[in-house]
Each structure stands twice: as structure tokens, then as C-alpha cells.
């Protein structure tokens, strides 16, 4: 299976479903293309693709953010960055614990981006997931992929933004659950739809979104299956994985 990102915008890199409400700084990868009607032939190939779109959506948002500051401007003092600090590669700060109990192995060459402003430091990673040994049917197309970003916003107040954008993710239909205690607003999102004239193909994201201070932090985890075929992992099992990972990784960045 293969399972590109979904797109949308965000705050400062996060990526959300193509049918989302606009978002606030976050491009993210490219649409997940229709799955095709033999599903083993070119799946990690067309996810190759999608991840290296994902890093140049990055890019261009970055340069729309620092170009047109208007574009995020809002009411309101910057919240502080908490002890949060740019690296230059979020990649290698992810030890992604939990989904390594789930999956295989990481992607040997994950893309990783940073870019540093006086407005906006702005970090991104994508990489791939094979499922194998650990819990999978030892299929070597079955792939998930994982893509992270974080912002560190200094000039603005983004509390608005981010919350705006959880509403527009209920709207387009996401199952929300909050995060309570967990930096100062936190929720995971939920979708799972049927992609391309296939109906028996079903495209699923599970992201995890938070805001510290100014510090936003996106985790998004993709995935495919077809009905009575392929499975994905619970969805709770994905959950956790995505909670206990991401307080790895804010650890690695300068959170407490």
C-alpha cells in the first residue's frame, strides 16, 4: 500500500486534507493521487514523489510567509518560544520509538528541511514507513509515511490561527479528540475516505496538532488499504504512537 501525504495549509508548514479551510503558514504535501486498479506496480514510486513535493511546498510557503508578513498578522503580542530552538535537521532528532515497535524501518534518506527568519523559524521532516517484520504482512509495498513540521513563530500571536484551524478540520470531517496537558492546546484529527473511482480503496490520515507559546508542531501519519485486501494499523494504535513520539521529539527541540 502506498500512502502519500494529504495537502492543505496550516500554520507555518502543516499540512491538512485537501478539503480543509485554509490554514495560516503550513503548506503540506501534495494530494494523494486515486489508487491505481493494480495497486503492487508503481506505489513507492508515486510516494518518492508526493514526499519530495511535500519539502518544496515547504519551501514556497516559507518564502510566501516572509514576503507578504500581512499574510499572519494578528491581534495580539508574540507568545514567547518556551526554550523551543531551530535544528538543522529534524530528521535526525526523531527517534520515533513507538512507530519503530510498529513498523519495519524509517526511510534511509529522509527529507528534512530548515529555514530561519527573524519572523519565523520554520523545520520540516518526511519520511517513509515499511511495514515487514514488526507487526506487517511482510509485503514490500506496504508503506505508511510520516511527516512532521514545526514553526517558531516571533513576531506574531498564532493562538487564533491555530484554533480556526481545528474548527476547520471538524467542518471538513475529521474526528477530533483533545489532548489536554499537553503543551497549551493540543488535539489529534482523524479521517479516513475512499480515494479515486476504486471505492474500495480508502485513503487515512491521523495527525497530531499542538501549540506552545508560539511554538506550532505538526505530526501527520498516511496510510491506504483496500477493503477485504490490505489493513492499516488501529487507529489508536497510531494515536499513541503519534503522542509518545512527538513528546520525544519536542523534548529533542527544547521543550520540557
Not at 488535539?187 to 491521523?206: I, L, M, N, P, Q
Request: hydrophobic residues 35%; charged residues 20%.
Amino acid at each position: 500500500m502506498t500512502t502519500p501525504p494529504r495537502t492543505g495549509t496550516g500554520y507555518g508548514g502543516f499540512p491538512a486534507q485537501q478539503t480543509a479551510a485554509p490554514g495560516y503558514g503550513h503548506p503540506a504535501p501534495p494530494p494523494a493521487q486515486p489508487a491505481p486498479e493494480s495497486p503492487r506496480g508503481n506505489l513507492r514510486r508515486n510516494a518518492g514523489w508526493a514526499f519530495v513535493g511535500a519539502a518544496l511546498a515547504s519551501v514556497v510557503w516559507t518564502a510566501v510567509v516572509l514576503a507578504v508578513p500581512g499574510m499572519v498578522t494578528t491581534k495580539g503580542s508574540p507568545l514567547g518560544l518556551r526554550g523551543y530552538q531551530a535544528v538543522d535537521d529534524l530528521c535526525a532528532k526523531a527517534k520515533l520509538v513507538k512507530f519503530s515497535q510498529i513498523y519495519r524501518k524509517p526511510d534511509d534518506t529522509p527529507n528534512h528541511r530548515t529555514d530561519r527568519a527573524p519572523a519565523l523559524d520554520s523545520m520540516s521532516c518526511v519520511l517513509t514507513l515499511q511495514q515487514g517484520s514488526v507487526g506487517g504482512s511482510g509485503d514490500d509495498t506496504d508503506y505508511a509515511s510520516l511527516y512532521a513540521q514545526v514553526g517558531l513563530h516571533k513576531a506574531v500571536n498564532v493562538s487564533a490561527e491555530f484554533d480556526a484551524e481545528k474548527a476547520g478540520r471538524r467542518q471538513a470531517g475529521y474526528r477530533i479528540t483533545d489532548v489536554p496537558g499537553f503543551g497549551d492546546s493540543a488535539y489529534t484529527a482523524y479521517r479516513d475516505e475512499t480515494s479515486g473511482s476504486d471505492k474500495s480503496w480508502h485513503s487515512v490520515t491521523h495527525e497530531l496538532l499542538l501549540r506552545e507559546g508560539g511554538m506550532t508542531y505538526y505530526l501527520s501519519w498516511s496510510g491506504s488499504y483496500q477493503d477485504g485486501k490490505t489493513g492499516v494499523p488501529e487507529q489508536e494504535t497510531i494515536r499513541q504512537a503519534l503522542l509518545a513520539d512527538s513528546r520525544d521529539l519536542l523534548k529533542a527541540i527544547g521543550g520540557r
